[in-house]
């Protein structure tokens, strides 16, 4: 079980890599405003580099429940770190193609780690019926 927990901790760290990336990427960074700095940003990569983040901030907690609740409910070790792992996989090419303006490969990547989520909590919700 322990390679799930890594995937979770990695994704949990994920979303502060992306807006170390947009803090890097732009003059200035003013630490005291951090959200009226990135609003008034207008290089395309520092956007794109804080929507990163904003997203993978968003994506974090469906993804621990699930790995939790498919521990909780007995769901396959394996089955569990596989899906975590894809997951891992997916919102790191989610992040890069964010930044590289890369959108069918982003909306691929997202949709392929919300299927990752799904599936753990499919399989917990199976395995407690």
């Not at 901030?57 to 790995?67: H, M, N």
């Not at 894809?86 to 959108?103: C, E, I, K, M, P």
Request: charged content about 10%; glycine content about 4%; overall charge positive.
């Amino acid at each position: 079980m322990s390679t799930a927990y890594w995937c979770v901790l990695t994704a949990a760290l994920l979303p502060y890599l992306w807006v170390a990336l947009a803090k890097a990427s732009a003059p200035r960074y003013d630490n005291r405003d951090p959200r009226g700095w990135i609003a008034q940003q207008q290089a395309p990569r520092v956007k794109r580099a804080y929507n990163a983040h904003s997203n993978a901030l968003e994506a974090f907690a469906p993804f621990a429940a699930g790995v939790v609740l498919a521990q909780l409910a007995g769901v396959a070790h394996a089955h569990i770190a596989a899906l975590a792992l894809v997951f891992v996989a997916l919102r790191v090419v989610h992040g890069v193609a964010y930044v590289a303006d890369l959108a069918p490969l982003r909306s691929l990547a997202w949709f392929g780690a919300l299927a990752c989520v799904i599936a753990l909590l499919a399989q917990a919700a199976r395995s407690i019926a």
